[in-house]
């Protein structure tokens, strides 16, 4: 490794990653560099069964909370140590699916002073993609139909990817700890266990394949412990970033595995139990969805959510974080569009009026400039519900964007677009709208204010034909004037800001005026 100079070691940052999982609970911390690659300096794993507990009962109990709060409170010890500076905490399926969440997150914070982030399965698909690609390169990942997917304790997650971008991800139940306790295995003799486990793997798969083009995909690409595990008795030794195993390698592997108890395996591979008892029905649902695709090897990345994680956090350390994220966003927004028939032409200019009017009316709005990325892609998606029914179509647009993941984006900023985009038109929002009234104070003021700047932009477009491309802004007194280059009649468009500019001057107090310049 080169020398650093001394002023590349003060611009070093230490940043750290804790993954609360359905199986253990794991700590990485790592150094990121001015060029934003960073190097991992500690790992860390414990075993906390929290799957056991949701999987089965439905909530985490008193003594696995203990548990885990003792595991995390080590784990800050050495955070301080490493003098942390940035820390991202995360939680998946097993505090997500609890019904105690919220006490145990409380819990957490009370002892620890430690926020825990629920993450969704979207954005736990974009983390493991994000970390894959980083892995093995785009390139693996640029052509055609390809596929991410990990298997953990309690769900499995799959991306699927076209051209490099994640176009559909899912998480299913078919994670390695709930198949055992919904299958109650443990008892079960080996070859019962795996018939049974066949079957309900089978069944999933089955309702998985409805939704997902699976027959399209050529390359599969495995991450999780599991398919480390199984890479690992394939080709020993190998220390690349990816490792491929072919269909009839794999398959016998599984065969290999499948005949013995967790114990037996323990023996055989030297695995701690807690992995022994994962290994079988983790390769199990790979191998299912692997039959389903047109892959002819399966491609085991060596990298985790957690390398996702740092991965954000090293771009957000070199100030790079929001640009990713925005572009992931933007091309999501664009692929949704598409699929719904949308007039492309017309959302790509409205969604540019709508930036140019963000941007010049920043004195007004006081907005943050991640609302401007918002406004952007609830331009983008603002007719998606035109392909449900052309009338009432921006109720049915809220419909869609709100279950439509939009990568790149929180859930609570997919509730800000699909609110912004449900007011493009008709109705201003009411105290009878439930779902804008369920936002917080500062979200439903910037769900007015974008929504207003939206009706602006697609009234400019009124007439489907991208007639107004520039546009100076300026404020007189109470009004604002729009002076409009290049168009001589600007009749169409004043019409349409005559019933679209009310939301405007309610919000922002100020009259709208069309001048030709």
Known sequence: MNEMTEPQQRATKTVGVIDIGSNSVRLEIAEVYPDGHFEVLERARLPARLGQDTFVDRSLSRRTMNATISILRGYMKMIETYQVEELRAVATSAVREAANADAFLDRIFIALGLEVEVIEPVEESRLIVSAVRESIGSEALSKGCSLVSEVGGGSAMLALLEDGEIVNSGSYALGAIRLQEALDTSGERPDRAVDMLRHQIASVVAAMSKTLPLKQVRTFVAVGGDARFAADQVGPGHTGNDRAISRETFDQLINDCQGHTPDDLARKYKLPFAEAETVVPALLV???????????????SEVSMRDGVLHDLALRATGRGQEEEATSAIRSAQTIAEKYHCDMNHAGHVATLSLQLFDELRNEHGLASRYRLLLNVAAVLHEVGGYINGRA??????????????FGLRADEQDVVANVARYHRRSAPRQSHLPYMSLPRERRVAVSKLAAILRVADALERGHNQAVWEFDVERVDDEIVLHVHGVND?????????????????????RLRLDES
């Open 286 to 300: 790979y191998q299912a969805i692997m039959q389903e695709t047109r892959a002819k090897t399966l491609l085991v």
């Open 490 to 510: 600007l009749a169409l468009e004043r019409r349409a800001l005559a019933s679209k500019g009310d939301l405007f001057e309610d919000t922002y107090g100020l």
């Open 393 to 406: 179509h921006h109720k049915h647009s809220y419909y869609i964007i709100s279950n439509t993941p939009v």
